[in-house]
């Protein structure tokens, strides 16, 4: 079964949290912070697969916590989206450049938060198996080059290394078949 994925909420107004809580509740495990720094600590603790951050805060505010985010290569990948009743046009633009994937303005709709936060839970989830199969297309190819480049000896079976000896060894049925120096003599003779 797979497991379920979890958002952290960082916002410094606990209502805000908890209604939030309630709405992503049935969609996902919800972390929450309230403050900055709890945030991130939280994240580097649980690593979320989203987090929801509120800009204004005290101390470490929204903005920091994002660019705090994204300079850590662990945490980088993780997608925030900025829900925050500043919502100037500066504010939306500075937000999205540090890396952030959405912005909203509070009062937001619960209908629209628990949708953008589904949509992009499943586009990370996407990005992570595209990222998997990647991963496992590189090691097939890597196997396959090595396997093309070793050369099997069709009458003795032995393989040339990559020093130029000959060992016996087994090889996959893809190989290219050669003839060794040693059998080579012995069909030459």
Same mark, same amino acid.
Request: hydrophobic share 45%.
């Given at each position: 079964?797979?497991?379920?994925?979890? #958002?952290?909420?960082?916002?410094? !107004?606990?209502?805000?949290?908890? #209604?939030?809580?309630? !709405? +992503?509740?049935?969609?996902?495990?919800? /972390?929450?912070?309230?403050?900055?720094? $709890?945030?991130?600590?939280?994240?580097? &603790?649980?690593?979320?697969?989203? #987090?929801?951050?509120?800009?204004?805060?005290?101390?470490?505010?929204?903005?920091?916590? @994002? &660019?705090? +985010?994204?300079?850590?290569?662990?945490?980088?990948?993780?997608?925030?989206?900025?829900?925050? !009743?500043?919502?100037?046009?500066? $504010?939306?633009?500075?937000?999205? &450049? /540090?890396?952030? !994937?959405?912005?909203?303005?509070?009062?937001?709709?619960?209908?629209?938060? $628990?949708?953008?936060?589904?949509?992009?839970?499943?586009?990370?989830?996407?990005?992570?198996?595209? @990222?998997?199969?990647?991963?496992? /297309?590189?090691?097939?190819?890597?196997?396959?080059?090595?396997?093309?480049?070793?050369?099997?000896?069709?009458? @003795? &079976?032995?393989?040339?290394?990559?020093?130029?000896?000959?060992?016996?060894?087994?090889?996959?049925?893809?190989?290219?078949?050669?003839?060794?120096?040693?059998?080579?003599?012995?069909?030459?003779?």
């Amino acid at each position: 079964m797979p497991r379920r994925p979890t #958002v952290l909420i960082v916002d410094d !107004v606990p209502s805000e949290v908890v #209604v939030l809580g309630e !709405v +992503l509740a049935p969609l996902c495990e919800v /972390l929450f912070a309230t403050s900055g720094v $709890e945030g991130l600590e939280l994240a580097r &603790r649980c690593l979320p697969d989203l #987090v929801i951050l509120d800009v204004v805060m005290p101390g470490l505010d929204g903005l920091e916590v @994002c &660019r705090s +985010l994204k300079a850590d290569p662990r945490l980088a990948p993780i997608p925030v989206i900025f829900l925050t !009743v500043q919502m100037g046009e500066g $504010e939306e633009y500075a937000g999205l &450049r /540090l890396g952030a !994937v959405d912005y909203l303005a509070k009062p937001t709709p619960p209908a629209l938060v $628990e949708a953008r936060v589904r949509n992009h839970l499943r586009a990370k989830a996407l990005y992570e198996q595209q @990222c998997a199969l990647v991963a496992e /297309l590189r090691a097939a190819l890597g196997a396959q080059t090595k396997a093309r480049q070793a050369s099997q000896c069709a009458w @003795c &079976r032995r393989v040339a290394t990559d020093r130029g000896a000959w060992e016996a060894m087994l090889i996959p049925p893809n190989a290219a078949f050669t003839v060794c120096p040693d059998c080579l003599r012995e069909l030459l003779a």
